[in-house]
Structure formats: C-alpha cells, structure tokens
C-alpha cells in the first residue's frame, strides 16, 4: 500500500502488480473526476473506462496542451500509468 501523501504518479510507479495498478488508477479517476478539472477534454472519460489511458493522455495534450501547469500531474499520472503497464506485462509474458 502506498502513502496517502505521495503524488499520485509515485503511488502508480510503487504499484506492485497490473491489478495494484488498475486499482490505483480507479481511485485515482474517482478523484480526478470529482475536482472536474477535466472537463473540457473529449473523450477522456470514456477512454478511462476503457483503461486506455494512452488515448486519455492524448486527449488531455490536445484540450490543455503538454505544457499546461494545472494539469501537469494529471499527465504525470498518465505516463507512469502507461510506462508501468508495459513493465507489469512484460514481466508477465517473458
């Protein structure tokens, strides 16, 4: 179990297994949908519930952009979610 005070992209990288990881990413989206900063992103939601987060990510860029300091770690979380995915299934299949 991660720390409750770590940023959510650390929590993601600490995960344990790919079901640790798509946990952390349910909460994490309960939490991120609550704060409604998302909003104006297409697509976002639904690309999360399809655990696409690639997709997701791309659709934050596109409505915010890469640089956009209110949702950097929104972006943040994304990326480790999506480098930590490929680690959990590559470990599974070699």
């Keep these: 179990m991660t720390r409750l005070d770590l940023p959510w992209a650390i929590r993601v990288a600490r995960a344990g ?3 640790a990881l798509d946990r952390l990413m349910d909460i994490w989206l309960e939490a ?10 297409t697509g976002f939601d639904s690309h999360m519930k399809r655990k696409d987060w ?3 990510r791309r659709s934050i860029e596109q409505t915010y ?3 956009s ?7 943040d979380t994304l ?8 680690v959990f299934g590559r470990r599974l299949t070699g």
């Design 17 to 19: 297994s790919s079901q």
């Design 32 to 41: 991120v949908t609550a704060a409604g900063r998302l909003r104006r992103s």
């Design 54 to 56: 690639e997709s997701a």
């Design 65 to 67: 952009g890469r640089s």
């Design 69 to 75: 300091l209110e949702h950097r770690q929104t972006l």
């Design 79 to 86: 990326s480790a979610a999506i480098r930590y995915r490929s």
